[in-house]
């Protein structure tokens, strides 16, 4: 049974930081697609980043480009989302979500490419201050 566990939310001033850790059991990073997605009030459920568990590679959405920064630690079979320059509209949920992938592609960052079993219950960010 897969199961993705997100951490590191919390409230922080614009222009500060956060980092995100999302920590998947269940199944192994090598094999897989690893992305982060917000969905702030009212609003549908956005691509943030995602990450080759293989190969490394990385892909973002333009807003975040220069800000978020995907890493993932595979003995601890973890992937975070490292959070700077933070503004009011990165306020969301931010989810965690896994699907088996030996070749990612940039359709990574649709919330479709992830089964709706490989899902974490999310972690709240605010930026404000």
């Known amino acids: 049974q897969v199961q993705v566990v997100e951490s590191g939310g919390g409230l922080v001033q614009p222009g500060g930081s956060l980092r995100l850790s999302c920590v998947i059991s269940?199944?192994?990073?090598?094999?897989?697609?690893i992305g982060w997605f917000r969905q702030a009030p009212e609003k549908g459920r956005e691509g943030v980043g995602c990450i080759s568990g293989r190969h490394g590679n990385k892909y973002y959405t333009d807003s975040v480009k220069g800000r978020f920064t995907i890493s993932r630690d595979s003995a601890e079979n973890t992937v975070y989302l490292q959070m700077d320059s933070l503004k009011p509209e990165d306020t969301a949920v931010y989810f965690c979500a896994v699907e088996s992938r030996l070749l990612v592609t940039r359709r990574c960052l649709e919330p479709g490419y992830y089964g709706s079993d490989y899902w974490g219950k999310g972690t709240l960010v605010t930026v404000s201050s």
């Open positions: 269940g199944m192994t990073l090598d094999a897989a697609a």
